[in-house]
C-alpha cells in the first residue's frame, strides 16, 4: 500500500521556527533546538504509514476531523485528506496551551 505524503501548512512551518528560535535563544540551548526539531520531524514522518494511529475525542477538533498527536512537550494537529493520501500538518504548538486558542488565533483549515 502506497505510503501518505505530508504537507505543512505556512503557519506550521512557522510555528516550527519559533519553537527552534525559543529553546536556541531564550533556553539557550543550540543542541537541544536541533534535537527537538528531529524529533518533531521524525515524529510526523512516521504518520506516512500510520496515520490513523492518532485518535480525536475531543471537540473542537472533533467536529472537524482534525487529528492531534503529541511530541513530548509540543503537540502536532493535522487534517487527513483520505482521498489524496495526504496528511496536512495544520499546526505545532506548545502542548500546555488551551486547544480552543490554537482555533481562534489562526485559520485552522487545511
Do not use: C
Amino acid at each position: 500500500m502506497k505510503n501518505w505524503k505530508i504537507e505543512y501548512s505556512a503557519q506550521s512551518e512557522a510555528e516550527m521556527r519559533d519553537i527552534y528560535r525559543y529553546i536556541l535563544n531564550v533556553l539557550n540551548e543550540p543542541i537541544a533546538a536541533q534535537r527537538k526539531i528531529r524529533q518533531i520531524y521524525g515524529t510526523i514522518s512516521k504518520l506516512k504509514n500510520s496515520p490513523f494511529r492518532a485518535i480525536v475525542d475531543e471537540e473542537p477538533l472533533k467536529t472537524q476531523n482534525i487529528r492531534r498527536i503529541n511530541i513530548g512537550k509540543y503537540s502536532v494537529l493535522f487534517y487527513l485528506d483520505e482521498e489524496n493520501r495526504t496528511i496536512y500538518i495544520m499546526h505545532i504548538y506548545y502542548a500546555k496551551r488551551e486547544i480552543v486558542n490554537i482555533f481562534t488565533e489562526s485559520d485552522t483549515q487545511p
